[in-house]
Nanobody, 125 residues
Framework: QVQLVESGGGLVQAGGSLRLSCAAS????????MGWFRQAPGKEREFVAA????????EYAVSVKGRFTISRDNAKNTVSLQMNSLKPEDMAVYYC??????????????????WGQGTQVTVSS
């Protein structure tokens, strides 16, 4: 019922910055908490960041706190992830996600209802 399409991935050197975007369509965007996840080769998909329906509240994984910033624009039905000071360990496929529940639960099992197809972020050392 909700379609999510990521964009903005690419190749960046360690220490550089990249901004990911996610465009949503279908059901009303503002009804959903939004988030970003990532999956590196050989690793499980992990929670990165989440934002509440209004955009007033956010939550970050410890590994990215202070470097990444999640934001949303409900008028444009988009959510973004600004990634600064990128490290080689940040290299992964990044997925946009939407959830019916609280943003604070998106990192928990079954906290996500819809997923995007992902965008590759490659960080060179």
């Amino acid at each position: 019922q909700v379609q999510l399409v990521e964009s903005g991935g690419g190749l960046v050197q360690a220490g550089g910055s990249l901004r990911l975007s996610c465009a949503a369509s279908g059901r009303t965007f503002s009804n959903y908490a939004m988030g970003w996840f990532r999956q590196a080769p050989g690793k499980e998909r992990e929670f990165v960041a989440a934002i509440s329906r209004s955009g007033a509240s956010t939550e970050y994984a410890v590994s990215v706190k202070g470097r990444f910033t999640i934001s949303r624009d409900n008028a444009k039905n988009t959510v973004s992830l600004q990634m600064n000071s990128l490290k080689p360990e940040d290299m992964a496929v990044y997925y946009c996600a939407a959830g019916d529940g609280s943003y604070s639960l998106m990192g928990r099992p079954y906290g996500v209802d819809y997923w995007g197809q992902g965008t590759q972020v490659t960080v060179s050392s």
